[in-house]
């Protein structure tokens, strides 16, 4: 059972994962080979990050519930299963307040740097 799970949760065709990493991934290499800003390419290395790190927030969460599911009332399990929520939980929201902390400092020091040309 255990390995049915793990098939299903980790087809891209289910997750529809794959589409969305391999575009960005794309856009990332196509920034490399051409003349682009720095911003941009770091734009989108952060996005397949984040896109990577939410699927595997989503796996733990269905994986913790799928535990507790069938923990069939044994509250060492049923622990377990609510420890394993509980921790991806935390770490997504560790993971969005680094993200927006990170993107506040960057776009003030951006425009801190950035000269205005008026004509």
Known sequence: MKKLLAILLLLPNITLAQSNIMQNLDAATTAYKQDVPLMQVIGSI?????ML??????ILLLFGGFKWMTAQGDPKKVDEARDLIKNSVVGVVIILAAYAIASFVLREVYTATTVNITN
Request: glycine share 10%; proline share 0%; aromatic share 18%.
């Open 46 to 50: 952060i996005k397949i990050f984040l």
């Open 53 to 58: 790190l939410g699927t595997i927030f989503v």
